[in-house]
């Protein structure tokens, strides 16, 4: 009968069943009220003072707490403080039940930690719609408890992905000779992916590529663009290829992949500490900074290009400025995080108190680097972007790392042959052909142990074939920093006209049992030139290479006409030569 009675009253509507937890030291209060939370369609756990209405919460873990203020061994204010404590981040609404009518004491109700109050004699339809208001309150608490919890398990996914990204990152990015003796660097990141990108490898003919890129934006998004470059980077210069070639290939691949609006801002270096030269690519970044021994500025190498991924092929310049750079002398870059850098004032740092900087310094050119650093951290500088700093040391350099194949002279005897190559002119306008040889010679066992003195040897003779033989360049022009520039010009102005002419190399390998013996002719279509003795190459930067050349060489003939040379070199097993 009473639960016919309960689904036909006016209150009884389709609602949430709750668990109510009702705690009045009145008998006769507590049952009007239970009865009347029950005709509501909800359960009913009962206290008759706050001690046990504490112990109840704990136990029952209700929905929702009616409370009376008033009570025997423990008033309604402190089991409501109490409660909420137990409560923690879950919301359980506590209405205080109450005969109070001072505001003061309502107050304290409210300040006890109750959510609302219910005044006695109790309103049947008043207790309903507080009872719906707080039960839809609790649902939006728990689904926006639900949804930050969804988040925060997101959130710590995805960071675990970046974190695993990262090392993937670095270990690509890091791959090659940042650690070699003639670099100092320092990188931070404005998100846990820096933009900036730093890349350093060692020639097979010796010398480095250093690459120094500032990529669109911060963090991942910035740096995914790093992955692609660093392979083109450290592939192509393994394989010996030169800063023009990767310029190119970088370019050219960044362009395909990189949604429109990211590109990567980049300075390219090849060091050449044999011949004493520098070729430098600035593309979007701040002026490269050359010092002498002393400190003292010799050249500021400005941006002249457009950065990467900006050209098409066709209207990409891939031209490096070529500079004579001395032995102790060093260049100094940095991106635009550095000189962007603003004080409390909003002032930037400028490239201007760079120059500053360096004038102060000079005498001590080794405090330059440290002393940057310390005028950025002085300048209270909020970094608006990634930044970067790169000081490069013209040195000899330690011998790159040799991979060396297995040593087994029973397999020399098949490697008796002789192979020629003619390359002609379209074939020499569009394509270095030094990387494919020295594929060819790698496939001696024993031969990669010399791979940087062959690659010198080939890429000098090819160089001194191409330049003087077909586009009859005079290296007297490399005097001085000017000549340099306008050699090169020349030199490209030159190669893209080129329409007849022929270079031929000849490769004769010979196997004994300690080794072999390796000749290399390169021939070439031109009217030859007049070979430099060793003391005519002594003035400037003229016919180092050709030294270089007789320096690894056992031995070196040209023919009389000036448009063949013909090298012997001689090589053991077991024995890595340096670079």
Not at 55 to 84: H, I
Not at 99 to 122: H, I, R, W
Not at 215 to 243: C, D, K, Q, W
């Amino acid at each position: 009968m009473a639960d016919n009675g309960a689904k036909g009253h006016p209150l009884a509507q389709q609602v949430t069943p709750l668990k109510v937890l009702i705690a009045d030291d009145n008998p006769t209060d507590r049952m009007i009220l239970a009865r009347l939370v029950a005709r509501l369609g909800h359960e009913v756990v009962s206290a008759e003072n706050g001690l046990e209405a504490l112990v109840q919460f704990s136990v029952q873990r209700p929905d929702l707490v009616l409370l009376d203020a008033l009570m025997p061994v423990m008033d309604g204010f402190e089991a409501a403080r109490r409660m909420k404590l137990q409560s923690g981040e879950n919301l359980i609404p506590i209405i205080f039940l109450t005969s109070l009518t001072d505001t003061g004491a309502l107050v304290k109700c409210l300040e006890a930690g109750g959510d609302d109050f219910l005044t006695k004699p109790y309103n049947p339809v008043i207790l309903q719609a507080k009872i719906q208001a707080f039960n839809r309150m609790q649902e939006m608490h728990q689904t926006l408890q639900d949804q930050r919890d969804l988040i925060s398990s997101q959130h710590e996914r995805l960071l675990h992905e970046q974190e695993l990204a990262k090392i993937i990152y670095d270990r690509v990015a890091h791959a090659g000779s940042l650690g070699a003796d003639n670099l100092r660097y320092v990188q931070t990141a404005f998100a846990m992916f820096n933009g900036d990108i730093l890349l350093a490898a060692y020639r097979p003919s010796g010398g480095m590529h250093i690459l120094l890129g500032d990529f669109t934006g911060h963090g991942l998004s910035a740096a995914i663009g790093a992955m692609p470059l660093a392979e083109v980077f450290y592939s192509m210069t393994a394989r010996g290829f030169n800063l023009s070639d990767i310029l190119l290939e970088a370019n050219s691949k960044l362009s395909r992949i990189l949604p429109t609006g990211i590109f990567c801002c980049a300075v390219l270096i090849e060091i050449n500490p044999d011949k004493g030269l520098v070729g430098i690519w600035n593309g979007g970044l701040p002026e490269v900074l050359l010092l002498d021994r002393r400190g003292a500025l010799l050249h500021r190498v400005p941006s002249t290009h457009l950065p990467l991924a900006v050209a098409t092929s066709e209207r990409f310049d891939p031209t490096p400025t070529v500079l004579p750079m001395a032995s102790g002398e060093r260049l100094l870059c940095l991106t635009d995080g550095v000189i962007e850098s603003r004080n409390q004032a909003g002032d930037q740092y400028g490239e201007e108190r760079v120059i500053d900087l360096i004038n102060r310094y000079q005498g001590r050119p080794e405090a330059i680097f440290e002393g940057l650093l310390g005028a950025l951290e002085a300048f209270h500088g909020s970094p608006e972007d990634d930044i970067s700093l790169l000081e490069v040391i013209m040195q000899p350099l330690a011998a790159p790392p040799a991979t060396l194949l297995h040593e087994d002279a029973r397999h020399l005897d098949s490697q008796d042959w002789q192979l020629a190559y003619t390359f002609r002119a379209a074939s020499i306008r569009e394509h270095n052909p030094l990387p494919f040889l020295l594929e060819v010679l790698m496939e001696v066992p024993g031969l990669r142990a010399h791979a940087g003195r062959l690659f010198t040897i080939l890429s000098e003779l090819y160089s001194n074939a191409l330049e003087h033989g077909l586009l009859q360049l005079d290296s007297s022009l490399k005097l001085d920093s000017k000549g340099f520039n306008r050699y090169y010009r020349e030199r490209n102005q030159r190669l893209r006209v080129l329409r007849d002419g022929w270079i031929r190399v000849v490769l004769d390998h010979q196997p004994n049992p300690d080794g072999g013996v390796l000749a290399i002719e390169v021939e070439d279509s031109g009217d030859g030139f007049v070979e430099q003795s060793p003391s005519d190459s002594l003035d400037g930067y003229a016919g180092r290479g050709l030294e270089l050349v007789r320096a690894l060489c056992d031995e070196v003939r040209f023919n009389r006409r000036g448009n063949q040379a013909r090298v012997v070199f001689a090589w053991e097993l077991g024995h890595t030569a340096g670079i």
